[in-house]
């Protein structure tokens, strides 16, 4: 069963850096290319970033560009999202999800919240 | 950017019930289209992708149609545990998100 568990979130003070991580299961991690996407408490649905199997490709958006930065850990299975000069817009949850070709998300982990506030 | 135009913003409808969502992209997307459910306190769970492919699993009651700027997902004869929100995404060009439509049952 393919698993995508995030963790590192919290309430942190604007300006302030914070790391997710998101630990996959049930399939084989170095194979795919991996998001992070975010939704603002009662809001829909942003993606934030992307990268690709080998790491060769990064995508970012431009809300995140600059202050974001993806990477992975294919030995650990892990996908990571650092988070610096946060700001209050940044305050959703965020979900780390499998890319399904063509450009997709096939599997979602359950999220977790950055709260970003003084 | 593209931007998606997703109506109407929210929607009641009846048990079996046949119900539409629209989603109007900013430029042709080419078909790039997908549809997510997201029901309350869940994940967003992919339905449907390449604007009309139905995801494994996904029951036979949901479908997908358009072209160029313009999309639909069509849910056949609703039931109780379609109740949701439902998000389409252009990945044609980058990766947006339509702003949703919540589904509630009449």
């Known amino acids: 069963e393919v698993q995508l568990v995030e963790s590192g979130g919290g309430l942190v003070q604007p300006g302030r850096s914070l790391k997710l991580s998101c630990v996959a299961s049930?399939?084989?991690?170095?194979?795919?290319?991996m998001n992070w996407i975010r939704q603002a408490p009662g809001k829909g649905l942003e993606w934030v970033a992307y990268i690709s199997s080998g790491s060769s490709y990064i995508y970012y958006a431009e809300t995140v560009k600059g202050r974001f930065t993806i990477s992975r850990d294919n030995a650990k299975n892990t996908l990571y999202l650092q988070m610096t000069s946060l700001r209050s817009e940044d305050t959703a949850l965020y979900y780390c999800?499998?890319?399904?070709?063509?450009?997709?998300?096939?599997?979602w982990g359950q999220g977790v919240m950055v709260t970003v506030s003084s | 950017d593209i931007q998606m135009t997703q109506s109407p913003a929210s929607l009641s409808a009846s048990l079996g019930e046949t119900v539409t969502i629209e989603c109007r992209a900013s430029e042709d997307i080419y078909n790039g289209l997908a549809w997510y459910q997201q029901k309350p306190g869940k994940s967003p769970q992919l339905l449907i992708y390449n604007a009309n492919s139905l995801h494994t699993g996904v029951p036979s009651r949901f479908s997908g149609s358009g072209s160029g700027t313009q999309y639909s997902l069509k849910i056949n004869s609703l039931q109780s545990e379609d109740v949701a929100s439902y998000f389409c995404q252009q990945y044609y060009n980058y990766l947006t998100f339509g702003s949703g439509t919540k589904l509630e049952i009449k």
């Open positions: 999800a499998r890319k399904f070709p063509p450009g997709v998300f096939d599997y």
């Open positions: 049930g399939f084989t991690f170095s194979n795919y290319g």
